[in-house]
């Protein structure tokens, strides 16, 4: 992968219809880098490094809410076309050839997908590396083995999409590591070896109901009858409602694609732009106590910050706090979109030696004042978000931590158990 200055850019937040330019946030990576495969090593310039926030400099103040994005990656936009649309045709399956297919290209799942109320659907992979970085791509095999039809390329687009996200990620940690000093990053990623790839549909309203009405199809015989339609869920403000609840994700980076939009006419979906331009992912801005929505180029490639950057940083990295909303009134929308999500080897041990406990919470103490309503928002995020403070303690491995953090989140007792 080769990426050169003119390729790298960085996505702008939008907040109460105004375009804010993020460049005094992001970290721009540099004049030109390249990895050679071989030796491993990630060639560039650091006097080429610009360091706009994420990254403080020595006694610089840290700000920002812990979001990059990068343009021009080589594949960027042919394999997403290729892959993205197949989300939205899996999630509308059947149980057994959505079964059958997934296993046919070594994939599963994290959500109940038997659940006709889901709003998501997901399909994921564990990706392994070894300790030079090359992957281990089976989608010839898989060609051979897999009958033709709309999901022959399922398997391998994953894969080399995933694998080419790693790479990226593995790079970005490289160049983190030289601005805070050490190699804490690229090491844990290197030990870790693995990292989940997840394909994502994000439900409309009108696939739902094909869903329920499929089903319908199949219980009529035994009397059996489901509910075709919920009335949907809108925010205090009746505009919005969540995909997906606010949360930190806990590994190291998390890299997604930009997503792609599928407006449903009848039995047909084709895609389309983003209603309001932005990507209805929402980030958290904790210096400022606001929600700001995320906007990037197509075909670009988002990184967002996990916990466990954050802690092995010593905070010189911010997590993004984060959900993705729905816009009211388009029954008709989907979303689909591809993440790797890049984390520590289980047996990595936290230290929070050096740590800046205020970080622990949910809100630096540093944080400016702000209006009623910004506070209210505020407010309403910290009683669904547990505070890291609750979920991490000095010692705790990330197989530890990442267990605490589903609990505290999913569990029977959880903040989101119910949501």
Known sequence: MFISKEDIGC????????????????????????????????????????????????????????????????????????????????????????????????????????????????????????????????????AREVDGGEFKDLGFAFQELGFCMMELGLCLARVCDRLIGGSELEQSLLQSGTAKGRLIHYHSVTDNIAIKEAANGKRRGRGGKVSLREDVKLDNAGNLNLWQQWHYDYGIFTILTAPMFMLTNGNDAQECESPSGHMYLQVFHPETNRVLMVKASKGSFIVQVGES???????????????????????????????????????????????????????????????????????????????????????????????????????????????
């Open 11 to 142: 996505s702008n937040l939008v907040q109460n219809n105004k375009i804010y330019d993020v460049q005094t946030w992001f970290v721009m990576l540099t004049n030109r880098y390249e990895i050679n495969r071989s030796r491993m090593s990630v060639i560039f310039q650091y006097s080429d490094l610009v360091t706009l926030i994420n990254i403080a400099k020595p006694r610089a103040r840290r700000a920002g809410p812990g979001l990059l994005s990068i343009n021009g990656v080589p594949k960027a936009r042919p394999l997403p076309q290729t892959l993205l649309p197949l989300a939205r045709k899996l999630a509308l399956l059947n149980n057994g050839d959505r079964k059958r297919i997934l296993k046919d290209h070594n994939l599963g799942s994290d959500v109940p997908l038997k659940n006709l109320d889901r709003i998501v659907s997901s399909y994921a992979m564990q990706m392994k590396y070894d300790q030079e970085f090359n992957s281990k791509i089976k989608g010839e095999e898989i």
């Open 309 to 419: 950057a954050d802690v092995l940083s010593k905070g010189r990295l911010r997590a993004t706090l984060h959900s993705v909303c729905r816009p009211a009134k388009m029954d008709n929308l989907s979303r689909e979109t591809f993440v790797a999500f890049l984390q520590p080897a289980w047996s990595k041990t936290f230290s929070l030696s050096n740590y800046p406990i205020e970080r622990l919470t949910l809100v630096d103490r540093d944080s400016e004042s702000c209006n009623e309503e910004s506070n209210g928002s505020t407010q309403k995020i910290h009683e669904i978000v547990p505070p890291l403070f609750s979920r991490l303690r000095h010692g705790m491995t990330f197989a530890e931590f990442s267990r605490e953090t589903t609990k505290q989140y999913y569990g029977g007792s959880g903040l989101q158990s119910n949501r």
